[in-house]
C-alpha cells in the first residue's frame, strides 16, 4: 500500500463548476499537508499547506484536512479554464515530502 | 527574484551513455532537492542537501547516478550508463525554513529520453 493515495482523473468538468480533489494517507506521523498545482511541462508549484485539522481557505481554493480518518482535500470554487492542470497532494515528516500520483483536471469554457 | 534554473530543459540520449543535468537554486536557499518524476507520478526524491552535505541520498541509486553540490549552490545530478527505465523528468527543488516549516519551490525539470 502507497503511503499517500490519489485518485489520477482525470477530472472533467464545466467552467465555474464546484472542483474536489482528495487523497488518502497512511502514516500518521505526517505533519504537513500541501497541495501542487503542476501545469503541462512545469514544475510543480506550491498551492496550499496547512498542518492542523480542518479548513484553510485562500481566494476560490480550500483545504481541508481530517487527520482522524486521514483525508485531505482542495477544493475548487468557480473554476477556470486556467485551473486546468495536475494537482498534487503532498505530506510532510520532518523534511520529506511524499507526493501522491496527482489528478489531472480540465475546465472547458 | 529569479526562480529554480534547470538545464537542459530536454536531453535525448541512447542507452548506455551519459547525461548530466544542472541546477542553480534561488538565492539564499541552503537546502536543494533532486527529484525524478515519472509519467503520470508524483515526483519522488533522489537526494537531498543541506549546504554542500548531502543528508538523504537513500534513493539515489548509487550504481549509476551521482550528484554533487559544490560550495552549497549549484549542484549536477549524473547517470552513467543510462538505461531505458531512467526515461523521466527531473526536478530540482530549493527551499528555506520559515514558520516552522520548510516550502519548496522547484525548477522547471528536463526531459529526459533514453532511446
Known amino acids: 500500500q502507497k503511503e499517500v493515495e490519489q485518485d489520477p482523473g482525470p477530472l472533467s468538468v464545466p467552467e465555474g463548476a464546484i472542483v474536489s480533489l482528495n487523497c488518502t494517507y497512511s502514516?500518521?506521523?505526517?505533519?504537513?499537508f500541501m497541495w501542487y498545482r503542476q501545469y503541462s511541462r512545469k514544475g510543480p508549484e506550491l498551492l496550499m499547506y496547512t498542518y492542523s485539522s480542518g479548513n484553510k481557505e485562500d481566494g476560490r481554493f480550500t483545504a481541508q484536512v481530517d487527520k482522524s480518518s486521514k483525508y485531505i482535500s482542495l477544493f475548487i470554487r468557480d473554476s477556470q479554464p486556467s485551473d486546468s492542470a495536475t494537482y498534487l497532494c503532498a505530506m510532510r515528516f520532518t523534511d520529506k515530502l511524499i507526493f501522491g500520483t496527482g489528478t489531472r483536471l480540465q475546465v472547458f469554457p | 527574484e529569479a526562480g529554480v534554473v534547470q538545464s537542459p530543459r530536454y536531453k535525448i540520449i541512447e542507452k548506455k551513455q551519459p547525461v548530466a543535468f544542472w541546477c542553480n537554486p534561488i538565492?539564499?536557499?541552503?537546502?536543494l532537492y533532486w527529484y525524478r518524476q515519472n509519467l503520470g507520478q508524483g515526483p519522488e526524491l533522489l537526494i537531498r542537501?543541506?549546504?554542500?552535505?548531502?543528508?538523504?541520498d537513500s534513493q539515489l541509486p548509487k550504481d549509476r547516478f551521482s550528484a554533487e553540490r559544490l560550495k552549497g549552490v549549484d549542484s549536477t545530478l549524473k547517470i552513467q550508463p543510462a538505461e531505458l527505465g531512467d526515461s523521466a523528468v527531473y526536478l530540482c527543488a530549493s527551499s528555506f525554513f520559515r514558520d516552522n516549516s520548510y516550502e519548496q519551490y522547484f525548477g522547471p525539470g528536463t526531459r529526459l529520453t533514453v532511446t
Open positions: 542537501y543541506e549546504n554542500e552535505e548531502a543528508v538523504d
Open positions: 538565492s539564499g536557499h541552503n537546502t
Open positions: 502514516n500518521s506521523a505526517f505533519q504537513y
